[in-house]
């Protein structure tokens, strides 16, 4: 490329400074390299970079026609589309902020999610999303111009009074935007260079586990940064395969997919639908990949589910070969080198297990997998690394992109998160809580002035994790300064930490685990569906519901053994003595666990304050009168007997 | 567990419907075509002249048959009589300097076009009574030949088949026939896999499940099984005349009576009814576990020192092939094709037991 093609916004280093100057150098030096990727109607659909630019100019014409204007912010719902993405670094060429919010939000948080900056526009990936934002507009006036992806089942819409007034589709305001640039031959230069470093490029909100969720800006000066700075510490890599299918809300997607797809142009894969992610997964066979720690459990207990009803041979050679292979796994972490009859049975285990899972799941060709979110279980974590797959993980929060720390190959060790990466120092308050400061952090919360300070303290983000930091830099994440919490006899205890080692079983999909002040440990367990119901079938037990499963003597019985194991690793006075089955999963809809799938402890205690009581009277079982919400937003109750058992300590 | 799919994602229609979008499908079938071109410098030429030779013209003869019963689900018991026609045709035209490519299509026209007649029974009878009809066209076109000097130069005469040529290289060596047999053996495979893909293939298979059905459905019963009758004769005639051309080098009535038709028939059942793989399956077994078993028993009664009556000697090869024949059947009604792709199966779900979401 000749030198005068460097025409958009650089850094003192060269690299683009924004999101919009990383799509103008891709279009200009990758411009027939494919940027998005989207299974549609069943084949992979593609865009080149030039294509992808020319298609978000014409929408950021289009939008400036809607009223789109410098420092406005303009709500999206929906999954991952690539006209989503499109949108939002539209709304950034035009210095606009792009506020993603989660697909399946309730009305009442999409109202909270939506107050900062009072968004007048609206884009909608289909007909589901259009009736919420109607609904939105119709408790808050707001947004006027919904613009929707998807028009099927639209139709009837447009004209009809007053939900149709000021509903457009993408389609329309594309080609709007493409005739305005054919006609104002400068406003394509506008367009590509307005975009400054400071500029927001996201409005995301935190999970809100504790309250309100609150606005996070990020600038293209943090995703920029932080990208580059990770890509030198080897975490991107130039033109990755990347798997878009993570929530467009959670920084995790803006992070590692949008940001890290546009500055290190990468190719954008997106599936088809939520239900057929798997199959697309495997089909995309991405080389970074990026999930939750459950999605790393849910995957672990497909594959253990998929070998349990295996045929005897295959079984009997995965019952050979896997063991060996977490064995071979855990010494190496320790530091050992394996001995050569080692060598030859993991050889052989590669070959005849190893590698045909990994192609299973679709990360035969990844190698860069990164956990992180929340603390992924060991067991989980080893099952993966000897399968293959080099998952490491990663510590970072929405304020920074995400990206603070990461684990590097060769140091990986079982406790830590990694080294922080290039460009971000962390240090410890005398309190032990972690704060970071690099080019990534972001520069205080929207509209709130007195949280930012407070957690900006001394040019410094608080993170609000405990923490300490080893001699060889390596960092440990001890759990939320908050959420360290005391029994009774005073034993020091992260709740989290044991939850998480009672989901590595398959048939555990939700615990919440009591005991801070009290004498004693217990335990609210939602069991997994799936997993217990395809165990009971296979036993002969015959059952109605999730309710019905779950209160079954041999279910019960079936999950005492799963929290005696995990008894069996705790210390004396934080084993579980009692525990109950609880009628139905914990779900987000009723605000028992965030749409991350967080805990919201103080939730579950007043929800279940009856059952905790009746955990630590003693009692052989609780009626419990479960308040339950109809979609239709009606309350309705039912009431159920649950069966409370005793662990063996 | 040999099989990848992760990674294979198609950006058109077209792709997606490619005939081995599985790696390992694809280097499977590369791997045996290389070993069949490579095959007359690896091997003796007893194997590739008396084995290969026989079995790439034997399997191809049966994929003719198979496009009329797997394919379309008419019977069909005549079917030597077909290649018989070919064969004699093509061989009269060479006779009279007609050159081979010529010849052969001709063969092959021929075929069609008395094998349609036969095939017309089609439209009025089925299974057992069209069994019957194309057993009749078995009988009279024998007849017919033998009693027509003309054609077969006499009841006991051998018909010698001149030497051919073939774009211009000539057939009389054993290397140049049997690349000659390949090459027709793989354009009649082409032509069967790609069949299947087509409206005409998909009419068959309707055909095929009810004939009725597949009217109400639009598709013309008359039209489609003439044109089943036509292309399977066709293919007939055409391998026919390979086969008096380059593998019996003469012909004579006797050696197209029902016995080539029955062998045939076995094949394409043996190999699987419908399946592309199963006819080289069948005409494998068909053509060879008589003689493998053959040499098995006479080197185990001579190994153990056992004298065997005469009698039983010559019939016990025949009494083992049959219970093969039936085992296999028993043991898989879809034939060996289905047996191998069952074990495809095995490994391309490795190392679960089904195909999972």
Redesign the interface.
């Given at each position: 490329m000749s030198m005068q093609a460097i025409s958009w916004a650089t850094a003192p280093d060269g690299a683009p400074a924004t999101l919009v100057a990383a799509l103008h150098r891709n279009a200009a030096q990758f411009g027939t390299r494919i940027a998005f990727?989207e299974?549609k109607f069943?084949?992979?659909?593609?865009q080149t970079w030039a294509e992808v630019l020319e298609e978000i100019l014409a929408l950021a014409a289009g939008f400036e026609s809607h009223g789109l204007t410098a420092g406005a912010v303009m709500t999206l719902i929906g999954d991952n589309r690539p006209r989503l993405y499109y949108s939002m670094l539209a709304a950034n060429m035009l210095r606009a902020i792009p506020s993603p919010a989660y697909p399946d939000i309730p009305l009442e948080e999409l109202i909270a999610a939506t107050k900062h900056g009072a968004p007048l526009l609206a884009i909608a990936e289909d007909q589901e999303q259009v009736d919420k934002l109607l609904e939105l507009r119709e408790a808050t006036g707001r947004p006027e111009v919904i613009a929707f992806d998807d028009d099927r089942g639209l139709r009837g819409y447009e004209g009809q009074s007053p939900g149709g007034q000021g509903l457009v589709s993408l389609d329309s305001v594309s080609e709007a935007g493409r005739k305005r640039l054919a006609e104002e031959p400068e406003l394509r230069a506008r367009l590509l260079s307005v975009a400054r470093p400071e500029d927001i490029a996201i409005l995301l909100h935190s999970s809100g586990t504790t309250g309100v969720p609150k606005g996070i800006p990020l600038s293209h000066g943090n995703a920029a940064r932080g990208v580059l700075n990770a890509a030198a510490s080897g975490y991107f890599r130039q033109h990755d395969e990347l798997f878009a299918y993570l929530p467009i809300a959670w920084v995790g997607d803006f992070a590692f997919i949008i940001s890290a797809g546009v500055m290190m142009a990468g190719v954008i894969n997106i599936p088809e639908r939520q239900e057929t992610v798997?199959?697309d997964l495997?089909?995309?066979?991405p080389t970074f990949y990026l999930a939750a720690p459950r999605a790393w459990d849910q995957m672990l207990t497909?594959i253990q589910v998929?070998?349990q009803?295996?045929?005897p041979l295959?079984r009997k050679?995965?019952d050979f070969f896997m063991p060996r292979a977490v064995e071979l796994e855990k010494k190496r972490l320790a530091g050992g080198s394996p001995t050569f009859s080692e060598r030859v049975v993991d050889w052989f285990g590669d070959k005849?297990?190893r590698a045909?899972?990994?192609?299973?799941?679709?990360?035969?060709?990844c190698d860069r997998a990164y956990t992180g979110g929340e603390a992924l279980g060991e067991d989980t974590f080893i099952f993966f690394r000897a399968l293959g797959i080099k998952l490491k993980q990663f510590y970072g929060q929405t304020e920074t992109c995400a990206l603070t720390a990461a684990q590097q190959e060769g140091h990986v060790k079982l406790h830590t998160v990694g080294r922080p990466m290039q460009g971000v120092e962390v240090k410890l308050s005398d309190e032990g809580e972690i704060l970071v400061r690099s080019p990534s952090v972001f520069s205080g919360y929207f509209d709130d002035p007195e949280s930012s300070a407070k957690s900006l303290t001394g040019g410094w983000l608080h993170t609000g994790d405990a923490g300490r930091i080893e001699d060889d830099g390596e960092l440990v994440v001890l759990g939320r300064v908050s959420e360290i919490v005391h029994t009774a006899k005073g034993e020091r205890y992260i709740p989290n930490f044991i939850e998480n080692r009672l989901k590595f079983s398959p048939f555990i999909r939700n615990v919440a685990v009591m005991g801070a002040g009290r004498d004693m440990l217990t335990a609210i367990i939602c069991i997994d569906f799936d997993a217990v119901g395809h165990w009971a079938e296979e036993r002969a037990i015959s059952y109605t519901s999730y309710a019905d499963l779950s209160q079954k003597p041999q279910v019960h019985a079936l999950i005492g053994t799963v929290v005696e194991h995990v008894n069996s690793i705790q210390p004396e006075g934080l084993r579980i003595r009692r525990f109950v089955n609880l009628h139905k999963d914990f779900d987000a809809d009723d605000g028992e666990i965030t749409r991350t799938r967080k805990l919201r402890r103080n939730v579950i205690e007043t929800n279940y304050a009856v059952l905790i009581d009746a955990l630590y009277a003693g009692d052989q079982e609780c009626t419990y009168r479960a308040v339950i919400a109809y979609e239709n937003g009606e309350k309705g109750e039912i009431v159920r007997r649950l069966v409370i058992s005793e662990a063996k300590p | 567990?040999f099989?990848?799919?992760?990674?294979?994602?198609?950006?058109?229609?077209q792709s997606?419907r490619q005939l081995f979008p599985l790696g390992f499908d694809r280097f499977l079938i590369l791997s045996v075509l290389a070993v069949l071109l490579a095959a007359p410098f690896l091997f003796d030429r007893l194997y590739v002249t008396g084995y290969l030779l026989p079995w790439l013209i034997w399997s191809s003869a049966a994929l003719g048959l198979n496009l009329l019963m797997g394919g379309a689900g008419q019977v069909h018991l005549g079917y030597g009589a077909v290649m018989a026609m070919g064969a004699y045709g093509s061989v009269h035209l060479m006779r009279f300097g007609a050159p081979l490519e010529l010849a052969m299509i001709a063969g092959g026209l021929i075929s069609a076009s008395v094998g349609i007649i036969f095939g017309a029974a089609a439209l009025r009878v089925k299974g057992i009574y069209l069994a019957m009809a194309t057993l009749a066209m078995q009988s009279i076109v024998d007849f017919v030949i033998s009693q027509t000097p003309a054609i077969s130069g006499g009841a006991l005469a051998t018909l010698q088949a001149p030497p051919a040529r073939f774009l211009g290289i000539s057939l009389s060596g054993e290397r140049e026939t049997y690349y000659f047999a390949l090459l027709v053996c793989a354009v009649i495979t082409l032509f069967m896999l790609n069949v299947r893909r087509t409206s005409f293939g998909r009419a068959l298979a309707a055909i095929r499940e009810k004939d009725y059905a597949a009217e109400i459905l639009g598709i013309s019963t008359l039209r489609y099984k003439l044109m089943a009758f036509w292309v399977s004769s066709f293919i007939g005639g055409v391998v026919g005349s390979v086969l008096a051309i380059c593998y019996l080098r003469a012909v004579s009535p006797d050696q197209f009576h029902l016995d080539l038709s029955i062998q045939i028939l076995a094949m394409v059942i043996v190999g699987g009814l419908g399946s592309v793989l199963g006819p080289f399956f069948g005409a494998a077994l068909v053509l060879f576990a008589p003689i493998l078993i053959n040499n098995a028993l006479g080197s185990a009664f001579s190994t153990f020192g056992m004298t065997v009556p005469i009698d039983l000697r010559a019939h016990l090869p025949l009494v083992a092939y049959g219970a093969l024949v039936i085992g296999f059947l028993l043991y898989e009604p879809y034939g060996l094709a289905k047996i191998y792709s069952n074990v495809r199966t095995?490994l391309l779900v490795?190392?679960?037991?089904h195909a999972?979401?």
């Open positions: 990727r299974r069943g084949i992979w659909q593609q798997l199959p495997r089909a995309a066979a497909r998929g070998m009803e295996s045929t295959k050679l995965f005849i297990i045909p899972l990994r192609d299973w799941i679709g990360l035969a060709r | 567990m099989y990848r799919r992760s990674g294979i994602r198609h950006t058109r229609y997606e095995y490795w190392p679960f037991r999972q979401r």
